[in-house]
């Protein structure tokens, strides 16, 4: 006799579970371990699975004597339907309104949908409908990347009518944002504890990851997740909070509220260790890591401490499966032919000083510049100080623009992609094939120093081998002439002046013999140049001929001025 009492859980994540209780039976103990969601309870030898897998459970104990008692009405799945009072500002794709209904039923779980196909904007819509729905009071998001917030702030804006807020941010008296000290982000949290009606933070609060380093923070956030401040957590890059022993990891864990979704593109079976902060997270693995190393890890090596090999996979992923939504673009037949994305990052500390200082020696010679010429060339130093630094001072290297270049391509090779890197120099090319070369990734070249012969063997090489996964290039070399279907990622690094060269260059992944969805990537520093012409140019219809070539072509000192802020 088996019994079965249907009860509030103890353990895992859903609101009720199944205890199973029997005399024991080794066969029945292997069945229980091979569950994808369980947890074991020595003390009182009971194990304890989602109310949710009744049936499961009843199927894979058919041969055994039930007794099921309890609260059965929790066993049954209920309908799911759109909240009175909610409406999408952004249409969402058929797989966008799948994964909306999915995050409206289930309170924890793992978004994996592969990079381009709207993580994003499917969590926003989830979020502002459980807002309405059950009155939440805040939903935070959390950054794998650091460099990531300002983009939640721009989709924020795009797909909903909610505001958001970046914890710790001031306003300066110039108008821009900065994001302020540990102790602006502590004052903002015990703000939203004692926030009234009259006076609150908008609903979505954004920060990094590396925020939770710090144990005031992590345990304010644990305080406001108990008093139900905070209802909802998206938690992005999520692959990137993959050690559990590190303080940040530590303090993330403790973000405990009523519902949580993980998201990353990249996939992770390859190594199960990477899993294990993210089920730990969601409330799906009770065990600590050395438990979880231990069950699925072979260790051998110097004294035993190296992992070998894995077991126990065909559990993990039984386990993963059952919590994981995730589509391939492939998979997806309601994409646009081409998905452009703006990628917003904040300029590294020594970069922004770097930045500032280059922008004031302009400025201060504005009056000698010669406008009857060519400006533009006065503001090259400028936009590849926001590029690589590296170039204007051998003693700054830093680059969040290098940094989130190298995350996509990541992400793309990890995903079985190819991509194109591009940018207007081939002084910063060189340095994203030496930053993504050192990385050991498949990485070839096209610039001007290469005669047209040898480019087209790189082409070939890109295009029918996996000897070349990621193809760099100037837009001036590469942007024009060559088929490079095999790239379904483009990444520009910097635009060109003119929207022309830049679609000319996207059209060398998106012509004939195309097969897939293009995701377009425009990385830019915030508060700089890179915004400015990206608005005047790629924004501003009346004004996209303002620039050709690389050149003004209309009242130039307005459009100068307008560029360097």
Not at 106 to 135: C, H, P
Request: aromatic letters at 10%; proline letters at 3%; one cysteine or more.
């Amino acid at each position: 006799m088996i019994t079965i009492d249907i009860d509030k859980s103890n353990k895992l994540s859903e609101e009720f579970s199944c205890f199973v209780s029997f005399k024991y039976n080794p066969v029945i103990v292997q069945i229980m371990r091979e569950l994808p969601q369980k947890s074991y309870n020595p003390e009182n030898r009971q194990w304890e699975v989602p109310a949710s897998k009744l049936e499961m459970l009843k199927d894979k104990l058919k041969r055994y004597e039930l007794n099921i008692t309890g609260n059965l009405d929790a066993c049954v799945e209920k309908e799911v339907k759109i909240p009175d009072g909610f409406s999408f500002k952004t249409k969402p794709f058929k797989h966008q309104m799948e994964a909306f209904m999915y995050g409206l039923k289930y309170n924890k779980w793992f978004l994996g949908d592969e990079m381009g196909l709207g993580k994003t904007k499917q969590s926003l819509d989830i979020a502002v409908a459980r807002k309405i729905q059950y009155g939440y009071k805040h939903c935070l998001i959390v950054c794998g990347v650091n460099t990531l917030k300002w983009n939640w702030v721009n989709e924020i804006k795009t797909h909903t009518n909610e505001n958001s807020w970046i914890l710790g941010q001031k306003k300066l008296k110039n108008g821009t944002v900065k994001i302020g000290s540990t102790k602006d982000k502590l004052e903002d949290l015990l703000f939203i504890e004692k926030e009234t009606l009259d006076e609150t933070l908008p609903y979505f609060i954004i920060t990094n990851v590396e925020s939770f380093r710090d144990k005031k923070i992590a345990e304010e956030i644990k305080i406001l997740c108990e008093k139900e401040k905070i209802n909802m957590c998206i938690a992005d890059e999520m692959h990137k909070m993959k050690n559990p022993q590190a303080d940040q990891t530590k303090g993330f864990l403790k973000c405990n509220c009523k519902c949580k979704i993980a998201m990353t593109g990249t996939p992770l079976m390859n190594n199960p260790l990477d899993l294990y902060v993210i089920l730990k997270w969601l409330g799906y693995e009770t065990h600590s890591s050395y438990s979880f190393k231990k069950y699925y890890c072979i260790m051998g090596g110097f004294g035993g401490y190296e992992v070998i090999g894995y077991k126990n996979m065909e559990q993990l992923t039984a386990q993963i499966q059952d919590i994981m939504l995730r589509r391939k673009k492939e998979d997806v037949f309601d994409l646009p032919e081409k998905t452009y994305i703006d990628d917003i990052v904040d300029m590294l500390p020594k970069q922004a000083i770097l930045y500032k200082e280059v922008e004031s020696n302009i400025k201060a010679n504005i009056d000698i510049i010669d406008f009857t010429g060519d400006p533009l060339s006065q503001l090259i130093r400028l936009r590849q100080a926001t590029g690589y630094p590296g170039i204007l001072s051998s003693g700054i290297q830093d680059s969040a623009k290098l940094e989130r270049m190298k995350d996509i391509v990541e992400e793309t090779i990890l995903n079985g992609k190819k991509c194109l890197v591009f940018s207007n120099w081939t002084q910063m090319t060189d340095a994203i094939y030496d930053i993504l070369d050192s990385s050991k990734f498949k990485v070839a070249q096209i610039t001007g120093n290469i005669p047209d012969n040898q480019r087209q063997y790189i082409v070939d090489r890109f295009q029918n081998t996996d000897e070349i996964t990621v193809l760099i290039g100037t837009i001036g070399a590469m942007g024009t002439g060559l088929t490079l279907t095999a790239g379904t990622v483009v990444i520009f690094v910097d635009e060109p002046w003119n929207k022309a060269l830049f679609e000319q260059a996207v059209d060398r992944a998106h012509r004939v013999g195309t097969t897939e969805n293009i995701t377009i990537y425009s990385i830019m520093c915030k508060n700089t140049i890179d915004e400015r012409i990206h608005d005047l140019i790629y924004k501003k219809g009346a004004m996209s001929e303002a620039i050709i070539d690389g050149h003004i072509v209309g009242n130039k000192t307005e459009i100068f001025n307008y560029l360097l802020g």
